[in-house]
T-cell receptor, first 112, second 116 residues
Framework: QQPVQSPQAVILREGEDAVINCSSSKALYSVHWYRQKHGEAPVFLMILLKGGEQKGHEKISASFNEKKQQSSLYLTASQLSYSGTYFCGTEIVGAAGNKLTFGGGTRVLVKP | SAVISQKPSRDICQRGTSLTIQCQVDSQVTMMFWYRQQPGQSLTLIATANQGSEATYESGFVIDKFPISRPNLTFSTLTVSNMSPEDSSIYLC?????????????FGPGTRLTVL
């Protein structure tokens, strides 16, 4: 079951903030966040485990709401380098094989 | 972390032919996966490459079309067989490394395949 990401795209000015959401209809064990720039491989950002843990990478942080089966990625004081497509990958509780299922992606464009 | 290399990085192939993509990791990993990413789309899992046994395929993917080998803990191949233009895509090798409290998954640079 593919998680649902929103919004599909966002345009920011440098220094502005944005939130990307990732929702699942299944109970989640973990949520993995990646950023992919055009023509490159997805780059791992962080993992959130069930339990509402919050993590950070640069000025990018994330949270995991176990009750809602939702994770949010926060881009704070965005920089030009934050541009790219962000994907969440979810690991379902009890699913075999440690598989990650990815959302449709959120395209982020940070303008000067 | 893990350093993953893939060969070839890109290829242009004729309809009906086959292409084998290689994935090499710089350390032993427990799990290796193959994903497909069509232009502007998300990452779709093709199969889990199991060391010493047959790969585990996801719904919509079959062994005859995408045979996979994994002879050891650092290497895997994916073959795209009897190709058609619909197989044009980026194919990505991915690995999970053990860690506390959970594993981390990394992606290789991808193989960009164009089928004419």
């Amino acid at each position: 079951q593919q998680p649902v990401q929103s919004p599909q795209a966002v345009i920011l000015r440098e220094g502005e903030d944005a939130v990307i959401n990732c929702s699942s209809s299944k109970a989640l064990y973990s949520v993995h966040w990646y950023r992919q720039k055009h023509g490159e491989a997805p780059v791992f950002l962080m993992i959130l485990l069930k339990g509402g843990e919050q993590k950070g990478h640069e000025k990018i942080s994330a949270s995991f709401n176990e009750k809602k089966q939702q994770s949010s990625l926060y881009l704070t004081a965005s920089q030009l380098s934050y541009s790219g497509t962000y994907f969440c990958g979810t690991e379902i509780v009890g699913a075999a094989g440690n598989k990650l299922t990815f959302g449709g992606g959120t395209r982020v464009l940070v303008k000067p | 972390s893990a350093v993953i290399s893939q060969k070839p990085s890109r290829d242009i192939c004729q309809r009906g032919t086959s292409l084998t993509i290689q994935c090499q990791v710089d350390s032993q990993v427990t799990m290796m996966f193959w994903y497909r990413q069509q232009p502007g789309q998300s990452l779709t899992l093709i199969a889990t490459a199991n060391q010493g046994s047959e790969a585990t395929y996801e719904s919509g993917f079959v062994i005859d079309k995408f045979p996979i080998s994994r002879p050891n803990l650092t290497f895997s191949t994916l073959t795209v067989s009897n190709m058609s233009p619909e197989d044009s895509s980026i194919y990505l090798c991915s690995v999970r490394t053990s860690g506390r409290p959970t594993d981390t998954q990394y992606f290789g640079p991808g193989t960009r395949l164009t089928v004419l």
